[in-house]
């Protein structure tokens, strides 16, 4: 719990456990005047076998989405990381963009710099998380990194994989794999 983040999770069947536990929150910050901003507060529901039930919090419902982003992270109802997946790379290629077109003459170390510095967090935060298992989310991720080792190098570039030794890369999948390992 944040200062201004409050989550509520039950895996139990009894929606009214949840519904007292939102009450008393809600208690908890008017006795504080400390209010709840209503309109964004959400439901999402997991599950298929969710009865989807509907939250009110002094008498107005709390919407129902089937994704919401917490600290940076896509949670969906299905807990698919595929639309994290999505977000992240579109974030990315903005970047990328912005890279090669400010820095089009860069060496390849100095890109490989900028990339590691502006592009490659982007791709790998939160990653113990979410971690992608879809080999579309991974090729996905992967493909930003191959678009971004081809631009310091030209037309006549060498193969992906001599690339990354000359920018002094690994795959991201690798990356994760040692993150995890350190992680474990």
Known sequence: MFAD???????????RDLERDLRAIYDWTYD?????????????HRGNNNPKHVYFVDNLL????????????????????????????????????LLTKTFSKASPLVFSKLFKTYVR??????????SP??????????SIQRRATRFPFGINRPPYCERHRLMHLCPLSDRRKRGDLIIT
């Open 5 to 15: 983040d409050i989550k509520l999770y039950s895996s139990s069947a009894n929606y």
């Open 32 to 44: 504080w005047l400390l209010p709840l901003n209503l309109d964004k507060c959400k439901v999402l």
């Open 62 to 97: 709390l919407s129902c989405t089937d994704s919401h982003v917490d600290l940076g992270v896509v949670v969906t109802s299905n807990l698919s990381w595929t639309e994290h997946v999505q977000r992240v790379a579109s974030k990315a290629n903005k970047i990328l963009f």
């Open 121 to 130: 967090p982007l791709l790998e935060f939160a990653n113990g998380v979410w």
């Open 133 to 142: 298992i879809l080999q579309k989310d991974i090729l996905g991720l992967e």
